[in-house]
């Protein structure tokens, strides 16, 4: 594998599930991100993690919860969401030191019914 | 706050056509610029750059010039092919406390359309 890899790449799930996304990154880089895409909206960054270490939260809802077991995996843990939460959710990573230069994954089309 | 406005799509053109994509942009200070490209299916990649007024940035026959008298940043290409189909978001790059901190901001993106 080579990239930024993300899986599942389409998740259908309840209000009342839990589930969880995945990222991998095979480029070496220190810094990850999650963002969600919504139709006819701009790029929305969610959090920002460098060296494992959260620096960025952009006001998201708890129900959404992050985790960055190492710097090549980045988890992003789903429970009880709402029909709004609906999107794709791209996952991203960079060096730290360059963070313009980031990487995408090609995201996973979350459908809340 | 910071902003990036583009251009509403979708954008129809035939092969070999000339494409603009307007970007104009609001910032606090002394942003970078970018360009990022999402083929079908795929995640955002960076397509070109410039990190300061005059600079144009280039890549796989597209350009564009970073003005900061009208703060625009439009993208543009001579002769698109089939293979250009994809989302185009402009974006800009704040950093912040000596650089420690920074902001990425996207604009909405426009879908181009490359007919044969």
């Known amino acids: ?113 | 706050g910071d902003s990036v406005t583009q251009m509403e799509g979708p954008v129809t053109l035939s092969e070999e056509a000339f494409l603009t994509i307007n970007c104009t942009y609001t910032a606090t200070g002394y942003p970078s610029l970018f360009w990022y490209v999402q083929y079908p299916g795929e995640g955002l990649q960076l397509l070109l750059k410039a990190t300061k007024a005059d600079d144009k940035g280039s890549n796989k026959g597209f350009e564009a010039t970073y003005r900061k008298e009208t703060t625009s940043f439009h993208l543009e290409k001579g002769s698109v092919q089939v293979s250009d189909s994809a989302v185009y978001f402009c974006a800009l790059l704040l950093l912040y406390s000596g650089g420690s901190n920074y902001k990425l901001t996207f604009g909405k993106g426009t879908l181009l359309t490359v007919n044969p």
Do not use: I
């Open chain 1, 1 to 113: 594998e080579t990239g930024v890899t993300q899986t599942p790449r389409h998740l259908v799930m309840g209000m009342t599930n839990k589930k969880s996304l995945k990222c991998e990154q095979h480029l070496g880089h220190n810094a990850m991100y999650w963002y969600k895409q919504s139709a006819k909206k701009p790029l929305e960054l969610m959090f920002v993690y460098n060296f494992k270490e959260q620096t960025e939260n952009n006001s998201v809802p708890s129900r959404f919860s992050p985790e960055c077991p190492n710097s090549s995996h980045l988890f992003l843990h789903l429970h009880t969401l709402q029909p709004e939460d609906s999107a794709l959710y791209l996952c991203a990573s960079s060096q730290a030191r360059d963070r313009y230069e980031q990487y995408f994954g090609p995201g996973t089309r979350l459908t809340v019914t």
